[in-house]
């Protein structure tokens, strides 16, 4: 399982890095387990089918990274900085 996580200023920042990636997610048909922990988001993807991790995993991963970076440079929805944010990702992967 591959298990992400992303810091962020504010609770509502967060909310709407959920709702981005929730859109990504349903677009590809692959639902992560989203863990909302107040500035603290986790994401974790899994192929149950494939019993571990598969190309559509880690290209989602990707693009999770990527909303979050453009949140970063200031992309959020209400046109403030979000330069602070620190990303940590544990990386585990069975």
């Known amino acids: ?49 494939a019993k571990g991790l598969t190309k559509l995993d880690f290209d989602l991963t990707k693009q999770y990274d990527e909303v979050y970076e453009q ?3 200031g992309g959020g929805n209400d046109g403030t900085s979000h330069s602070t944010h620190h990303r940590r990702s544990t990386g585990n992967r069975v």
């Not at 890095?17 to 993807?45: C, G, M, W």
Request: proline share 2%; net charge positive.
């Open 71 to 73: 949140m970063k440079q």
């Open 1 to 49: 399982m591959d298990c992400e996580k992303y810091r962020f200023q504010d609770y509502l920042q967060g909310i709407e890095f959920v709702r981005r990636i929730a859109a990504i997610s349903e677009n590809a048909n692959h639902q992560p387990f989203i863990s909302i922990d107040y500035k603290l988001i986790t994401v974790k993807l899994s192929s149950w089918r």
